[in-house]
């Protein structure tokens, strides 16, 4: 065991700070001129240590959100609150994992997960092998002098996730991160992910449109309507998580929950059907 | 994850990949090494072929249209006069200087305009003017302020590639994908240290594309600045050659031209294959 590893048993789950978004807005002006509201007054908050899952159909302003939340995007009205300071722009604070594939293709595995600590210059964090013990819990510890375009999309998303790991945020913003995976391969990431968040204890923000990802993985999720994106209903799924994804199916709360969200999803699809140019 | 594959799996995949007979004209027909090679001789030995019998024909006077094989043997003999050795050398050097001059200005600056729309705009509105104007336009005022020595020749050489390599090095930096330089930002980089860890190594392989394929437009600056006023170099030896009449040394003249283009182009691509080793898997 490294001594990062050691340093973590020691230091329980810190409970870190909290998010808070209200009456978020975002507004983007078109080329011609022409307005769209993405995103519209949007509030919730993500407590400590806390999984939270935002929900909605395609175009809703889910990205949009997580960006503002990110430091990419400017919001067009309201505020966001991480810790009692607002944000305003990107920082190591809130690490973010892209939905593409977003490793360094020049950098080697090892490399790509000590970029954030290399470029912040936290030597005393590479020293305690912090990069080894990430690698080591996404299972890529063979594949570290490898480069990104010799691994399998699942495998680039792990380096995507030990890189935002390393950097130890508070807040871990995801952006459909395992949408391209196969359903097991997504299973295993999912029950990675949520094994290496309680353990290091911050808090999460995943954007998903999948029910199944969103019940399994968050303990409160915020579903947003069609176009443009309001906060329609927070649900709070049950806190216990079954071992195999079957009894997601089988199990009467999440049966009942999962139909409530999917006829709630299918009601927001029939207000704007495809197609139809907001 | 891992290739755990039988032992027997690879030859029996071989074997499958010619069962089909695929036609010889297929569209994106995949082609062995040495298939490509024996078409490459084949296109020269037909090209050189051709050219010896039209020579041989007699229809036009020898002088004016030699053969093929008359050219090699001027080539030889050019390649054992000290004369040739070194006009040889002063076009090298005028090529390598002024390129690196061209570069050394045009890389940073294309950086900069490709990564910060704010120096694209300044840099433009002065670089897109200029790439529009033919180098040889210049020839007149450089020989007016630098003489007919190697200051014009470099000058000339630079400014027919500089304008160019400024825009394509903008492009190639403004083509480095946008969620990287996010990702770096989200990772805590700051400014300077994304343009240097991210935005530079992301465009640089592009670049040194964009470099070697410059280099052979420089060729062209350099045969007509030796032509217009100079005593040494490749294009100056063809045109001493023109007044007497050596059709067959012009020949060779321009055959070694080529030949050292053909020859900075591959030490470009080596230098590309041994910078960037993450690119060598990657199918082109
Ligand atoms: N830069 C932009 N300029 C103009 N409009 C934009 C921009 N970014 C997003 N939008 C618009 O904002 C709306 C929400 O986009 P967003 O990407 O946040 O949706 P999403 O919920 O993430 O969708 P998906 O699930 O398909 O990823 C869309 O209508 C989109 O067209
Ligand atoms: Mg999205």
């Excluded at chain 1, 969103?214 to 049950?238: E, F, N, Q, T």
């Excluded at chain 2, 302020?145 to 190697?150: A, D, M, P, R, S």
């Excluded at chain 2, 410059?214 to 350099?222: N, R």
């Amino acid at each position: 065991m490294n001594a990062y590893a050691a340093s973590r048993l020691h230091s329980a789950p810190v409970a870190r700070r909290e998010l808070r978004v209200e009456g978020l807005s975002k507004v983007f002006t078109a080329r011609r001129g022409s307005v769209v509201t993405a995103v519209d007054d949007v509030s919730f908050r993500v407590l400590p240590g806390e999984v939270c899952a935002l929900l909605g159909p395609s175009g809703c302003g889910k990205s949009t959100v997580l960006r503002m939340v990110a430091g990419l995007e400017q919001p067009s009205d309201g505020s966001i609150v991480l810790s009692g300071r607002e944000v305003t722009g990107p920082g190591r604070d809130r690490g973010l994992v892209f939905q593409s594939y977003t490793c360094f293709p020049w950098l080697t595995v090892r490399e790509n997960v000590a970029y954030g600590l290399k470029v912040t210059g936290s030597t005393l964090a590479l020293r305690e092998g912090t990069v080894d013990y990430f690698l080591e819990r996404v299972k890529l510890t063979p594949f570290a002098d490898r480069y990104p375009d010799e691994l399998s999309g699942g495998m680039r998303q792990r380096v995507a996730i030990a890189r935002t790991l390393a950097n130890g945020p508070d807040l871990l913003l995801m952006d459909e991160p395992f949408g391209a995976l196969d359903s097991e391969t997504r299973w295993q990431m999912q029950r990675l992910l949520l094994d290496v968040v309680r353990r290091e204890g911050m808090s999460v923000l995943i954007v998903t449109h999948d029910v199944d990802e969103a019940l399994y993985l968050a303990d409160k999720i915020v579903c947003l309507s069609r176009h443009p994106g309001r906060v329609r209903d927070i649900l709070m799924p049950p806190a216990e998580k079954p071992d195999e994804p079957e009894a997601l199916y089988s199990a009467p709360a999440f049966v009942r929950l999962r139909s409530g969200i999917l006829r709630m999803l299918r009601e927001e699809g029939a207000t704007a059907p495809l197609g139809e140019t907001p | 994850m891992t290739s755990s594959l039988p032992a027997t799996a690879l030859p029996d995949r071989a074997r499958q990949d010619t069962r089909w007979r695929t036609p010889l004209f297929d569209f994106q027909r995949t082609l062995s090494w040495r298939g490509r090679v024996a078409l490459g001789v084949l296109a020269w030995g037909l090209f050189l072929a051709a050219w010896q019998m039209l020579a041989r024909a007699g229809i036009a006077p020898e002088q004016l249209f030699p053969a093929p094989t008359d050219v090699f043997s001027a080539l030889y003999r050019l390649l054992t006069e000290q004369q040739f050795l070194s006009d040889i050398r002063a076009s090298l050097t005028r090529i390598l200087i002024s390129f690196a001059i061209a570069a050394s200005l045009a890389v940073p600056l294309g950086v900069l305009m490709g990564a910060f729309p704010v120096v694209a705009a300044f840099g433009n509105a002065l670089v897109s003017p200029f790439r529009y104007l033919p180098a040889p336009s210049f020839i007149p005022l450089l020989l007016m302020w630098l003489g007919t020595g190697e200051a014009q020749k470099i000058a000339l050489l630079c400014l027919g590639v500089v304008w160019f390599l400024i825009t394509l090095v903008m492009d190639n930096t403004r083509a480095v994908r946008v969620d990287l330089i996010e990702t770096a930002k989200t990772l805590g980089a700051t400014r300077r240290a994304t343009l240097w860890t991210v935005v530079v190594p992301a465009a640089l392989p592009a670049i040194v594309d964009t470099l070697r394929q410059m280099l052979a437009v420089s060729w062209t600056y350099l045969v007509i600045a030796e032509i217009v006023a100079a005593t040494d170099g490749i294009g100056a030896m063809m045109m001493r050659a023109r007044r007497f009449v050596r059709v067959d040394d012009i020949m060779a003249g321009i055959l070694v031209i080529g030949l050292l283009g053909l020859l900075l182009d591959l030490l470009f691509r080596a230098l590309h294959w041994w910078v960037f080793p993450y690119l060598r898997q990657r199918r082109q």
